[in-house]
């Protein structure tokens, strides 16, 4: 492996063959209405565009967990910024369909995504979206079906490009194929688990797929939700986020514990942080268009975009590789 050239804020990378031209980071909206305010987030929004990026994604189900919410509020938030600011030509904006919303409001039924990309829009206070994704596979809806009610909508004009999250490799290699032969549009992105402790999953089938069919991945999880920042250490860490039980649970143990340590080995090279070195290693993957990454706070978007300009070496990735292979991959 040679030494990688950095990447910049301003550069664009094109999401699979949509056309589509995106940041090397892509902003988890997941946080809107969440963990951050209505207010914090349009500050957020404006930093992200105002440091050169420009790809955002939601999902209509964003926050349903969270007490006393009922999915929307991510969208709704963003909607509401897109319409104060005048901003819309500057974002490429992905939302999702599919994951449950309510009673009979799942899946990807025809019907059903046509309801739900209403209510979407409406929500975004836009006139399209410019990637929709299938949040899950829907095994019992024909993937002809599902394609073809997507179809309908970029005819329309109200989506630009469709994308697949959380899909297996045969199940995605079954869509570019129906895609194919019945003429359809084809997913252009995937949305998989991915990032320096969960490898397995997408880099066995899923990474010589999308490469090899030119599919534009961006992977949620970028961070481990935040446990590759170095955030949480110890049991005593995870008091500190509102998801750090699970964080904790999930990721603590000795694998992730060695991933940290390669990760703060080579950040302490570059002057760098641990999340900082681990979403630069993201970028360098093949197959790789845009890690989704969250920030709560200026400062930590200002981190985050500090990662789109870090080199990474052949030695570097040496040591984080041998770190998240060693006890297993």
């Not at 301003?10 to 999401?15: C, D, K, Q």
């Not at 909508?153 to 895609?179: C, D, H, P, T, W």
Request: net charge negative; glycine share 8%.
């Amino acid at each position: 492996m040679s030494d990688v050239v950095p990447v910049i804020p301003a550069s664009r990378r094109e999401l699979g063959r949509s056309g589509l031209q995106v940041s090397a980071l892509c902003f988890g909206g997941n946080v809107f209405g969440w963990t951050v305010d209505e207010a914090t987030s349009f500050s957020l929004l404006d930093a992200w565009l105002d440091a050169g990026f420009n790809f955002i994604d939601t999902a209509d189900v964003y926050s349903i967990w969270a007490p006393g919410h009922v999915g929307g509020e991510s969208e709704t938030i963003t909607g509401k910024w897109l319409a104060c600011g005048g901003r819309r030509q500057q974002v490429v904006l992905a939302t999702k369909v599919g994951k449950p919303m309510g009673p009979d409001m799942k899946g990807l039924k025809p019907a059903y995504i046509r309801a739900a990309v209403e209510a979407s829009l409406r929500r975004l206070q836009t006139d399209h979206i410019d990637v929709y994704l299938s949040h899950d596979d829907d095994a019992e809806t024909p993937l002809a079906e599902t394609l073809g009610a997507f179809d309908e909508l970029i005819r329309a004009g109200k989506v630009r490009a469709i994308g697949a999250s959380n899909y297996s490799a045969a199940r995605l290699s079954e869509a570019l194929s129906v895609s194919a032969s019945l003429k359809l549009p084809r997913f252009e992105s995937l949305q998989p688990l991915f990032n320096l402790i969960d490898r397995a999953a997408f880099e066995d089938a899923l990474q010589p797929l999308c490469v090899a069919q030119d599919v534009g991945v961006i992977n949620f999880y970028g961070l481990a939700a935040g446990f590759l920042t170095g955030k949480y250490r110890n049991e005593d860490d995870a008091a500190k986020s509102v998801r750090g039980v699970n964080v904790v649970k999930r990721y603590l143990n000795e694998r992730g514990l060695r991933v940290i340590e390669a990760l703060d080995t080579v950040a302490a090279r570059h002057a760098a942080t641990p999340g900082q070195v681990a979403l630069a290693w993201q970028m360098q993957q093949p197959g790789i268009a845009a890690p989704i990454a969250s920030a709560t706070t200026l400062a930590q978007l200002a981190e985050l975009a500090a990662a789109t300009r870090l080199p990474l070496t052949a030695d570097d990735h040496a040591v984080l590789l041998s770190a998240s292979e060693s006890v297993g991959a």
